[in-house]
């Protein structure tokens, strides 16, 4: 490593983990395997029960036996950062002090859905949460596309602040935010992608790392492209992150986490099966995702 991007808590490749279901219920076998092997194909992290986690059909005891699962498994090897979002903020609160008890690294907290909080409103949320966490810090996840409303950067700076926030992930696609950010916050504040087609380009502004949905079933293709960046050598990376593209676009041609899903059981992962009111991939997104995967050597 050449110092390209500083030594952070939370950095490089964090997968978005899949919760794998058979019969209806969590395959806890698959589940376990799946975590092992991501950390074996040098993930530098793993985030449970967030949107690609299927976190809005867990109930909450299937919420926090992941989490508990995942921590497990990971045995310290990696960090974990913990979806605990909820558009409920009592709610997110008592899913973010379960993460912390059970021993995780962080807490991821989404911008509240469908309420449409104010910025005033957003801050009171994520310090009243941050507020209760006593030995592990939370990180902001911006993502407009699902929870209609933004962190603007005036207020992301305002939240950075505070003793247990301590980065983002920034889903909004903007590769040209985390050169902005570091010039309001400083290069200590975690930025981290929520958006793979971008995440090449998010590094190269500033960012730190990405939490991928990709990643579930490239780890190691997408490992060696933030090493590669990294060491210096950004034609490697660049090469990488074109073969990774077709993927990119391809596990977004319907709703997530349908397509990563149906590619983790293609190459044997665990079975593609999605809660309703998701539902399997169509005959035509199940081609786009074949030819990805044959596009990245996978298959």
């Not at 497990?72 to 002090?97: C, Y």
Request: proline share 5%; hydrophobic share 40%.
């Amino acid at each position: 490593m050449t110092g390209i991007i500083p030594e952070l808590p939370f950095r490089g490749v964090n997968t978005a983990l899949i919760t794998p279901f058979a019969n209806g219920k969590i395959d806890r076998t698959a589940l376990r395997k799946l975590v092992n092997w991501q950390i074996k194909q040098g993930v530098h992290g793993l985030v449970p029960v967030g949107t690609t986690g299927e976190s809005p059909t867990l109930s909450h005891e299937e919420h926090d036996e992941v989490i508990e699962i995942t921590v497990s498994e990971a045995a310290g090897r990696v960090p974990v950062i913990a979806g605990a979002g909820s558009n409920n903020t009592s709610e997110a609160i008592r899913l973010a002090k379960h993460a912390e008890k059970v021993g995780a690294n962080a807490v991821l907290i989404v911008s509240p859905y469908y309420n449409k909080p104010t910025q005033q409103g957003l801050k009171a949320h994520f310090t009243s949460i941050a507020d209760e966490l006593s030995s592990i810090p939370l990180i902001i996840y911006d993502i407009p596309g699902r929870s209609i409303v933004s962190v603007e950067d005036g207020l992301l700076t305002e939240l950075a602040r505070h003793n247990n926030i301590v980065g983002i992930k920034d889903a909004t696609g903007d590769a040209a935010r985390p050169a902005r950010l570091c010039n309001l916050i400083g290069d200590n504040f975690c930025q981290l992608s929520g958006d793979d087609a971008t995440a090449f380009s998010y590094l190269a502004s500033g960012g730190h790392g990405m939490i991928s949905v990709v990643s579930n079933i490239a780890p190691k293709l997408y490992s060696d492209m933030f090493n590669s960046f990294c060491s210096g050598d950004i034609k490697v990376g660049m090469e990488i992150n074109k073969k990774l593209m077709a993927l990119h676009d391809g596990l977004f041609c319907e709703a997530s986490p349908g397509p990563v899903k149906y590619a983790a059981e293609q190459l044997g992962l665990c079975k593609s099966d999605v809660r309703l009111p998701l539902v399997p991939l169509s005959s035509e997104a199940k081609r786009i995702v074949d030819s990805a995967l044959l596009i990245a050597g996978l298959l």
